[in-house]
């Protein structure tokens, strides 16, 4: 028996999109078995069990290994980012990987290792067992000629990416403030920067490059790194691009699960126009302050647009509860006095959770408000919804750059300094998405894109190609 391994991290949207990699190889190569390692970690990743429950019972030939759990020592929490734990956790489950590949090996042949870039640790026990090991990037192409080149720009400079005023030319890549950077690396001083930097030097040390991208959608990022020119010290191992990958089975919009029967939002939306329903809604840890949800709710109030807002309870002020869930939202307390009463003909607040998949295939919505994670981003390009791009945490104001500058299939949300959006400005790009000309051009571009997407699932297409090539390497002679 012949079988692969996928080592995703905890966070929803990365084990999400490695579970559908799965799924796919299994989709068109049902002669392996896979097995996926699940850690369980000591924070607040979304709740995945629904989702994973759902998998289990319909596709036998996908098996999960749950890791033995660990607890993290605590100064792991001391860095800002939720990031750190993540690779302080993965880091420390390497013997657990270790026995687990053992054990999987005695009963069939192990062709390949495939880790998501917080797994770097694994390479090393990888490399002690002969097993090939992959890495499944779970961005874009432009993203990844952003880490391959980090080591480049480490060399280059002393200072912490958040100091330097100045655009970064990338190859492949429209300039990025450095401010715009990934946030984990915007202080080198950070434990965070360390662990990303120590990914960047080991992806082109990996026997692949698994992307969830397609070619129409990256061109130039993808032509440069297959050239070449993001790593510049040795070889750049082979790029695989398979995507798009996105859950159908509606987990999105962070939360995991939906109770049975069809909810609330999507019964309203058959009851709204075609394409006249903004859709807000910022992934499983995009959590605004009180003072921020209030803003929205103005602004969208006087955009006169209709909407559909999932609404999260603001991040907790104590500490200790900084990586926690955090509790269901009251809205009367969180959304200004009688906004629910004076938009509820034209607008529906769902608490903490939507079907994001179903809801932006729905043909009532015409415009989606994102944090810009790229989950999300590819969801929005197969329904074909233009963005304007907020984000929020990990990699997403680079997401914003290459969505609005390279892509153009999204408005930019902008920001004070110290990160507020006003009233106003919600209210402009709202406007400005849903009944500009601008907006308009965005639509027919995305759609497009959308096309282009489902020619590359499409048999023959580009990521099927790719996905044949990545099984092949596996074969042995």
């Known amino acids: 028996m012949e079988s692969v391994v996928l080592y995703p991290s905890p966070g929803m949207g990365h084990l999400i999109s490695m579970v559908e990699l799965g799924k796919l190889i299994l989709k068109h190569h049902p002669s392996f078995s896979i097995t996926i390692f ?67 090996s005695n009963n069939s042949s192990v062709r390949a ?5 917080f797994c770097t640790a694994a390479l090393s026990v990888a490399a002690q067992l002969n097993i090939p090991c992959y890495y499944f990037f779970t961005s874009g192409a432009c993203c990844l000629a952003s880490f391959l080149y980090l080591p480049f ?20 890549l429209p300039p990025v403030p450095a401010s715009d950077m990934a946030k984990p690396i915007l202080d080198r001083e950070d434990k965070a920067y360390e662990f990303f930097l120590n990914m960047s030097i080991h992806l082109p040390r990996s026997a692949g490059i698994i992307v969830n991208t397609f070619e129409a959608l990256e061109p130039r990022a993808l032509k440069t790194i297959l050239d070449g020119l993001c790593v510049l010290d040795g070889p ?22 939906g109770g049975g029967g069809i909810p609330e939002c999507l019964t309203w939306l058959e009851s709204q126009s075609k394409r006249s329903v903004l859709f807000l809604c910022f992934g499983s840890l995009g959590l605004f302050s009180e003072e921020q949800l209030k803003e ?76 810009s994670g790229w989950n999300s981003v590819l969801e929005a390009v197969c329904a074909g919804v233009p963005m304007v791009a907020w984000p929020l945490y990990a990699e997403q104001r680079f997401n914003r750059v290459v969505l609005v500058e390279e892509m153009k299939l999204a408005f930019p949300m902008e920001e004070s300094e110290e990160g507020f959006v006003t009233a106003t400005e919600v209210e402009k790009r709202v406007r400005e998405l849903m009944e500009s000309e601008e907006g308009n051009t965005l639509r027919l571009r995305i759609m497009a894109m959308k096309e282009a997407a489902e020619t590359a699932m499409s048999d023959g297409g580009s990521s099927g190609t790719a996905l044949t090539k990545l099984v092949n390497s596996w074969r042995p002679g």
């Not at 290792?113 to 870039?117: K, P």
């Not at 750049?236 to 699960?257: E, Y």
């Open 296 to 371: 929205i709710a103005v602004g969208l109030e006087r955009s006169g647009q209709r909407f559909l807002w999932v609404v999260r309870s603001p991040p907790s002020k104590d500490p200790s509860r900084r990586f926690l869930a955090p509790p269901e939202p009251d809205l009367n307390s969180l959304l200004p006095d009688g906004f629910l009463d004076r938009t509820k003909e034209r607008g529906l607040v769902v608490k903490s959770w939507a079907p994001q998949v179903a809801v932006l295939n729905h043909a009532s919505v015409g415009g989606f408000v994102t944090h």
């Open 113 to 117: 290792l495939i880790v998501d870039g």
């Open 153 to 172: 720009i480490h060399q280059q400079t002393t200072k912490s990416f958040k100091d330097l005023n100045t655009h970064l030319h990338i190859p492949g």
């Open 38 to 104: 699940i850690v369980t970690p000591p924070y607040n990743t979304g709740s995945t069990a629904p989702y994973l429950a759902r998998v289990s019972s319909t596709i036998p030939s996908i098996t999960f290994h749950h890791l033995t759990t660990i607890s993290l020592p605590l100064d792991s929490f001391s860095s800002p980012n939720h990031e750190t734990l993540a690779f302080e956790l993965l880091r420390l489950n390497n013997p657990s990987v270790h026995q687990a590949l053992v054990s999987i």
């Open 236 to 257: 750049t191992p082979p790029i695989f691009c398979i995507g798009p990958l996105i859950a159908a089975d509606d987990r999105s919009g962070g939360g995991g699960g």
